[in-house]
């Protein structure tokens, strides 16, 4: 395997046959409860009328944003960017909000009642399974699967595979690799013989949703000062006035006197 | 609330299962202690061990790893051919096998009614001994030969054969005769191989035959198959249901159900009477293919078409581009073959089309008749010769089934003859590793077999049915926490050990069969002090170290010597397409058309079939895969289901004409409006499987019992239904 600069993941919906051996091999290597598992695989069901008919299988895990919005959109930071690709979470700081869940357009933040109250870790989802990786192992989702349906590797040298793949099977896949440019680009990245609907992928703009976000986050602040400081006026203004009126009407009261 | 841990909080199991698991952590440490000294562990008892998955009987290499002297994940070997570093998901799962709650970690003696589930804990010795005691009372009394055995397919079979044929009973159950009797018996007659090998590296057409490769998944071929449908080759695909191999085929051809060999015998006419084969190859090899295109000429695409309900134009077309394709065509033999009384017919057919194909053993040809015997080129433990038996066996072969071979032998014949006693009762059953009132077909008849005998043990890690039926458990160490006599996979020698201490008092096949022996007097078939002095005495011959193969998971073999000469294990020394072995036996010498029986018009053909998370009937209790794997429903076509007025998710009720279940309905496009499809395997009565128990429900109690007079095969999918709503 050539030097890693960018973790990263390919799914060929083409492969995949549905076995489940990534969603088992997760549960255990992960040592995380089945009900919440890191990774789903979602028999997409049959399509088309007996006897023509198609098959799609979507192996649904963490996107590995370029640009992740569960990170902008945590108020307390818990999310970090790797520099070389996974997106992680840290439970210590987690505070149970929620937004990231909102945030992801991908779905795939799961809230856990359990650990969150007893072990503080609210969130799950995919780590990119470090253990392995930094270890010089494959994710254990994808050294298990028996079809290479998912496959590992160097984002740069992922993304050439997919488009070669593409080129020599132009008759067999949907001429684009998901991911690539989706949302500011992810990690996961995705080659399908059906449309990226149907797999349940969003129709996502190649600028990321938080690039626009995060800039009129940016805002906030001088926005709040500006803001803050109108109000400020504003009410002392209206105290003012109120202070002129009650002096009025003293004024008058004293005169009636 | 029962003390089962619930499935979902298992996964917690590294604090909860403390309890449970205490009492394998407290004794000593010897395999940690042993796994230390050969560099496997740490200090800490963390390390990877490589070992032998057991959760099918594709067996691939595992490692696994463990931690404070728990196995906390398997990987596929990547040195192993069977895994390649894959493993499916009942590989990945493997370790909940082990930690089943549901264990049996001592041995029990019955103490209810059978069935009741009522045991006591016993002592080894005292459960041995009652045993061995009622094995020699019903040998006293009435013959070795009223002692029945079964087993299925593993490792240790070798010992369990040994323990049976040194008692000197002639009757023996196996999966094989529920399996692959078709397969094996039209092979062996057409090839003198039991199950030619495949070869997907230049393979440009594929044709399978019910062989659902992406659900029963044997994960190197099924890589294989998946990497060579990904280069171009083109997959065909007969199948009633469109499975997950469906959805990956080029083309996915719904047959009507028993007709599969009315395709391919049009398509062998197709082939030799437009002398589209590889005629220097067939001229040389096969015997018979003179006369081929006259005997097959009455095969006729239009004739096909009438029966099997595919256009004729779509026969010849598949036919020419198989034949073009030529030694790069691939008719693919099956496995589980036990769908109709004429599959034997179907694999000779297919034997015959990969003959004529020339694809056998030509360089760059696809079948490969090349298979390494179990065992060979290792030594063995010495023994005396067994027993001369001179009973007949209950199963009727070869009095009864002259062509079954006698290693395979005809399981549910025999259920029946221990039924009506004849030629004689049989009054004991030893089964280890087998579930017969799952595994047979009409689970009643099993069930009043079972009250037939004086005396049943069973040898298994869980409570399945049987054991739950049984006077005596045994409980077995499972295939994480034992060893294993070795297996020689491509000139290697590859290792079972344990990767963890076995749980409670659960000891290995190799020491219960041993002990068992000993007791019956038979212990000069038993020559090995231990495990381990088995395996060592197995790789004397290799002049390697136990030690050696414990740490690298594996023990090179001397390559053999090939003189490049091709010959067959056939009377003639060819490739039989004309067989006289056949003839001989009063059956037609040529691959043949046998018209199956039908279901009348309100009836279904009642089909079934693996899926990728279980193995039969043994892994439903497996936490992770009941987690992993779909309800189990009866499929039924949508638009048939409309009809009757059923829609998915209603409970139905399924009837044959030997039994009823409930289950619910999956009303779906992926079946032919005249069949409905169950998974096999559920259904369980053990209530001593709690995880299994009350899910889904039983093919079992649905089959009919028809044996295929040639090769002794279970016809499983000629039994017909009816289905109303519940």
Known sequence: MTEIKHHAYLFDATRCIDCRACMVACSVENNIEMDKTRIWVAGLGITGQYPDLQRGTMVYHCMHCEHPDCMSACPVGAYTKAEDGPVTYNPDLCIGCRYCMNACPFGVPHFDYDKGIIEGAFIDKCTFCPQRIYEGQEPACVQTCPTDALEYGDRDELIKIAHERIAAHPDRYIDHVYGEKENGGTSYLILSHVPFSELGLPDLPETPVNE?????????????????????????????????????????????? | MTNTISRRDFLKLGAASAGALALGQMLPPRVAQAAREAGHLNAERDGYIPSMCEMCVWRCGLIAKVKDGRVVKLDGNPEHPHSRGNLCPRGQSGLMNTYDPDRVLTPLVRVGKRGEGLFRQASWDEALDIVASNMLKIKEKYGAEAMVFSSTHNLSQVQFENLLYAFGSPNYGTQRSLCFNAMITAFSLTYGVEEPSRKYDDVEFILMVGRNM??????????????????????????????????????WIPIRPGTDSAFLLAMISVITTNELADCEFVKK?????????????????????????IPAATIERIAREYAAAKHNALAHPGWRTSNFINSFQTERAIATLNAISGNVLTPGGCLSAEVAAEGAGLGMPKQPPYPRVSALRLDGVPWKYPLVPLKLGVFQELRDAILTGEPYQSHGWFISRQNPILSLPDRAKTLEAFGKMDFIATVDIIMNDTAWFSDVVLPEASYLERYDPLLPVNGKAFIRQPVIEPQGEAKSALWIYKQLGERLGLGDFFQYEDEEDYIRQQLKPLGVSLEDVKLKGYAEMPAEESDGEITFNTTSGKIEVYSETLKNAGFSPWPTWEEP???????????????????QFGTQNNQLLHKYSDEPRLWMNAQTAAKLGLATDDWVEVTSPVGAVHIILLATEAIRPDCVYMTPGYGHLSKGVKTAYGVGASDSALHVTYTDPISGGQALSQTFVTVRKA
């Open chain 1, 212 to 257: 626009v976000s995060e800039k009129v986050m940016e805002m906030t602040i001088p926005f709040a000062l500006g803001w803050g400081a109108v109000l400020t006026a504003v009410t002392a203004g209206v105290a003012l006035h109120d202070n002129k009126k009650k002096a009025a009407a003293n004024k008058k009261a004293e005169t009636k006197k």
């Open chain 2, 214 to 251: 992406m659900e029963a998944i044997s994960t190197s071929e099924t890589s294989e198959l998946s990497h060579a449908i990904d280069r171009g080759a083109k997959l065909v695909y007969l199948d009633p249901r469109y499975t997950k191999t469906a959805s990956k085929a080029s083309e």
């Open chain 2, 285 to 309: 090899y096969v015997v018979g293919c003179d006369d081929l295109p006259r005997e097959m000429s009455r095969y006729t695409t239009e004739w096909a078409e009438k029966i099997t309900g």
């Open chain 2, 597 to 615: 029986l039908m279901p009348k018009e309100d009836e279904f053909y009642l089909l079934t079939g693996k899926v990728a998370q279980q193995t």
